[in-house]
């Protein structure tokens, strides 16, 4: 199943979820509105954007953003790092085989892309992200310091959601095997979790970003995957060895 923006205008996944074990982890609807009009309350006054507003994505949002926007940039956020720091119960994984997701944490510094939003829209588009990115109220919804381009690009503020630490599903910094041993076998309602990380790879590698821990995530999965494949052909070739070769057919026989 993939989501859509008809999904999240119609909020159909939650309204599916409710009627499941999951729904005692989804943030209550008064809970999710209240978050976004704090949100919306302070976003910052920029009259060089004339009422638009700029919004991070770190993760799922660089190769699949689904708001409307008018300009799509480099960026990089201060003070926070991207890792797997969300185990996923839902989206890339489920309860008993939990995936990882991406978050913000704090320190360090983060490069993505900064979405520009309309200012007449800005509300109907926080909506849409807020049924995206708020269902279990794993992230705080954040107006962020971030430079556009290079290192003396003036700062300017764009929305991001960061971690939040104290949610049951916080990961905190796992070891690299821990990550990749998720990211090999948990699949969810999204689809595959290793699936998450290449495809955020590629949205980064496509807009001229490096991230060196995504590509070495990668590269230790894709080495599981090829120790797995020796091992299952060894195996093969193990239970092969105790079967008889076949006789030479007689020059009197047919076959």
């Known amino acids: 199943m993939g989501i859509t923006r008809q999904d999240l205008e119609s909020d159909r996944l939650r309204t599916a979820l409710c009627s499941t074990p ?3 982890s989804l943030l209550p609807e008064a809970a999710l509105e209240q978050s976004l009009s704090e949100a919306l309350a302070g976003r910052p006054e920029d009259p060089a954007l004339g009422g638009d507003v700029w ?40 309860w008993d085989n939990p995936g990882l997701v991406l978050g913000l944490d704090r320190g360090g510094c983060c490069h993505g892309l900064v979405f520009r939003i309309p200012s007449h829209v800005v509300e109907q588009e926080f909506r849409v992200l807020w049924r995206r990115e708020m269902m279990t109220g794993a992230y705080h919804p954040r107006w962020l310091r971030i430079r556009i381009g290079d290192a003396c690009a ?18 905190g910094r796992l070891p690299d095997t821990s990550v990749v041993e998720r990211l090999r076998h948990a699949a969810g309602l999204y689809g595959p979790a290793r699936e998450y990380l290449q495809q955020t790879l590629l949205g980064l590698a496509t807009n001229g970003v490096d991230d060196p821990y995504l590509g070495r995530l990668w590269r230790q999965l ?4 090829t120790a797995d494949a020796g091992r299952a052909a060894n195996a093969t070739d193990d239970a092969l060895d105790g079967v008889p070769a076949p006789l030479p057919a007689s020059p009197h026989e047919t076959v």
């Open 22 to 24: 999951v729904a005692s």
């Open 154 to 171: 003036p700062e300017q503020r764009a929305l991001a959601f960061v971690m939040n630490r104290s949610h049951e599903a916080y990961a």
């Open 55 to 94: 919004v991070f994505g770190y993760g799922s949002l660089i190769w699949n953003p689904m708001v409307v926007h008018t300009e799509r940039l480099r960026a990089t956020v201060h003070g926070y790092h991207r890792g797997f720091y969300l185990y996923s119960r839902i989206n890339r994984g489920t």
């Open 222 to 225: 894709q080495a599981g995957d």
